[in-house]
């Protein structure tokens, strides 16, 4: 806690006045360019990740960056995107997943989830994640199973979002993009899907992709 205290005021007496004309910009609306649905990892900072500033992304987090499907309940998930997308006006959905994933490595371990019987039923929602992997990738061992696991299920929640009203109707405007990121946290290094490759790709050479869903079995990062 000693830590977090001296970080609160490093950040009012230093970083604030610092930035003091952006700040006061920000007292008087927001207006990100993109929602960035991501894992509540602690390892993973989405401002950080792509070198933004306060109020250029609207950040949405949870255990394993999953998106339920609409109707599946009245969680926060669906209410953020709506309000991101229907009040906010974002161009832009990121849905970021990451290797080492413990959130994942649990939707094929489920003896990790006893106990916590929350987890377990919100982790539910990957289940598609977790039927696509076991049944068509064979033989692949554990580390490789949560790599393409990780990917899949960016994949599977992609689709998710694409149930939610305010999403589906921005996307037969033709006003929202929706793109499928994969972050590698062990290097650094950020891949993207690309619909015609059917592939992750990295950071690179994925300006083009739409986060499509249809594939073939994926590669390892």
Known sequence: MRKLISGLHEYQHHVFKAQKELFAKLSQGQSPEALFITCSDSRIDPNMLTQTEPGDLFVLRNAGNIVPPYGAGHG???????FAVDKLGVKDIIICGHSLCGAIKAVFNREVLADMPMLTAFLAHAESTRRIVLENYHDIDPEGLLNIGSQENVLVQVENLRTH???AARLAKGDLNIHAWMYKMETGA???YDAGDRQFLPATEFMNQSGKSSRNKLVGL
């Open 190 to 192: 950020v891949f993207g």
């Open 76 to 82: 926060g998930e669906a209410a953020t995107i709506e």
């Open 165 to 167: 009203p305010s999403v």
